[in-house]
């Protein structure tokens, strides 16, 4: 392990503090080639005066305006809702990842969506929203990775994690959308699945795909349910090719062993691939030969939940708590203040997928 001391010490508290966040429970960090940080906020029952935030002098600042993060039950196609990813592509885009979903409710008709803003602009340049083959009542849009080397205009892959979760894909070129391996068993969370937090038993974590990351050369799409500690991948080219069916795509799916829990996920031009351990406390690296080691490892880290790879070679980690809250703690909220964007500088390089030439 990285910065290995004796067993049980904390390895990797050599981390910066971004920001220090008290008004709003974030999931979701990324991070743009000019050092611009955003970060999503959920609206999971908290009173949640913005869903996304640019971080300001260390604060959170809602973004791209106060306006589009009002949200009232009255109109959920212009407004955002629930965001629970924001991601930075290869092209400097940031797309906002809206679950359409207050509070883990069925999604309100029209609120899930995709989210492309303009960073030169600050302005919100399109919305993709998905078709209703892609989708059921109770899918929750977790993550999203993009790939603009195949296709016309590139796809973006998206993880449902409802308790019988898929891999939805965007074509970014036409708008259409449809789901790939809705009640896998890779994408489903594990029956009577416990999670261990620091120490603690928690039942009832019924979670499907949610990390999700993309090989260097984008040929595998690496996913993994919530409740579950298991690895898997996809091949790319059968996720894409409408003419195969579902059995044909699945038996392209490996499974890479156990990972421990986790859930969020990243990966590198070097083949490395991060993923947060929610009941360590900690981020772990699974190098391209298939060894584990230890990046993140902190007293205060309880329950990393995003990673961000960013172009100046640190990796950043959005730390909210979670369990404490009440959502996850039997309606009873024992978080303490703040929550936490950290990062670590690695020297890893983020995977951008585009056309030769872009």
């Known amino acids: 392990m990285s910065g290995a001391g004796p067993l049980g010490s904390w390895v990797g508290e050599d981390y910066e503090v971004v920001a220090e966040i008290s008004e709003s429970m974030p999931t979701g960090v990324t991070v743009a080639d000019d050092g611009r ?16 935030a640019e971080i300001v002098d260390g604060r959170p600042v809602p973004y791209p305006n106060q306006e589009v993060n009002r949200w009232s039950p009255g109109d959920p ?22 679950t ?7 999604f309100v008709a029209g609120g899930a969506k995709l989210i492309q803003v303009d960073l030169s ?13 892609a989708v059921t009542a109770t899918t929750y849009l977790n993550d999203v990775r993009f790939d603009f080397s195949r296709g016309v205009a590139g796809y973006a892959y998206v993880t449902d994690s409802q308790p019988t979760g898929a891999l939805i894909v965007f074509d970014l070129h036409t708008g259409e959308s449809w789901c790939r391996l809705r009640g896998h068993y890779s994408t489903q969370a594990v029956d009577q699945f416990r999670a261990v937090v620091q120490g603690v038993v928690r039942e009832g974590y019924k979670v499907g795909a949610d990390g999700i ?22 091949d790319t080219a059968a996720v894409l090719d409408r003419g195969r069916d579902d059995d ?27 993923v947060t351990a929610y009941e360590h406390s900690a981020v772990f690296r699974r190098d391209a030969e298939g ?23 640190y990796l950043y980690v959005s730390v909210n708590q979670l369990p404490r809250s009440p959502l996850f703690n039997t309606g009873v909220d024992d978080r303490i203040l703040p929550y936490l964007i950290i990062r670590k500088h690695i020297g890893a390089t983020p995977i951008r997928l585009v056309k030769s030439g872009q």
Not at 100 to 106: D, K, R, S, T, Y
Request: aromatic share 10%; hydrophobic share 40%.
């Open 291 to 313: 060894g584990w080691s230890t990046v993140f490892h902190g007293r205060d880290l309880l329950w990393p939940d995003t990673l961000a790879l960013g172009g100046d070679g």
């Open 121 to 133: 602009t600050n302005e919100v340049v399109r919305v993709l929203r998905p078709s209703a083959e």
């Open 248 to 274: 044909d795509v699945a038996q392209t799916v490996a499974d890479h062993g156990d990972k421990g829990a986790s859930d969020g996920m990243e990966s590198d031009t070097d083949g490395a691939l991060y």
């Open 213 to 234: 990351a993309i090989s260097a050369d984008g040929s595998r799409i690496f996913y993994c349910p919530l409740s579950s500690r298991r690895l898997y991948s996809v």
């Open 37 to 52: 940080v955003f970060v999503s906020f959920p609206r999971w029952g908290d009173d949640v005066p913005f869903t996304v």
């Open 100 to 106: 359409g979903a207050p509070e883990f409710c069925p």
């Open 77 to 98: 196609a212009t407004q955002l809702i629930s965001v629970q990813s924001v991601m930075v592509d290869p092209t400097g885009s940031l797309w906002l990842l809206d």
